[in-house]
């Protein structure tokens, strides 16, 4: 069956996980967001592999040699498919300007009016969306992804490199 003959259930992920080699301790803050895009993602998105691919997914994300991995497997027989490489080099920018932002989001949610933490969330968000359109662009010849799950995978390579 090609790309093109499968269902939407099929190309998608149904298992990610994140390399655990080099673990720190997230926050609470930060493991809650990653929990969430975990779950988010796992609910409802859309990975289709370019090639003659059956899905789903199984995903397990990293970063070597400054490259980010999408080590892709068919599920749930976890036979492996391939990997999908991208240099990390331009998301790096703005994965910096993304965590120097959350950190006075987080650290205003505790002392700043409710202005102060409002124009921080919108410059989170517009940072968050650059990135997932980075993301998505960049992975357009290789792996089609809707925006939604642009915006989860971008959260979860910003928690890898926390560890990088």
């Known amino acids: 069956m090609s790309e093109g003959q499968q269902t939407g259930s099929e190309q998608r992920i149904v298992d990610i996980a994140l390399d655990e080699t080099s673990v720190v301790r997230w926050n609470p803050e930060i493991d809650h967001e990653r929990k ?3 779950f988010d993602l796992l609910e409802q998105n859309h990975f289709a592999p370019v090639g003659d691919f059956r899905g789903p997914y199984a995903v397990r994300l990293s970063i070597e040699e400054n490259r ?3 080590e892709i497997r068919a599920a749930p027989e976890d036979r492996p498919l391939g990997k999908v490489l991208l240099p ?6 703005v994965i910096k300007d993304y965590f120097k932002v959350c950190e006075s989001y987080f650290e205003a949610i505790r002392t700043a009016p409710p202005s102060r ?3 921080l969330d919108m410059g989170r968000r517009g940072l968050h969306d650059e990135g997932s359109d980075m993301l998505r662009e960049r992975l357009k010849d290789k792996i089609d992804i809707d925006f939604d799950t642009s915006r989860r995978l971008f959260t979860l390579i910003c928690v890898l490199h926390l560890r990088s």
């Not at 990390?88 to 920018?93: C, K, S, V, Y």
Request: net charge positive; aromatic share 6%; charged share 20%.
């Open 68 to 70: 980010l991995v999408f």
């Open 117 to 119: 933490i409002e124009a």
């Open 88 to 93: 990390t080099a331009g998301l790096r920018r």
């Open 36 to 38: 969430v895009a975990i």
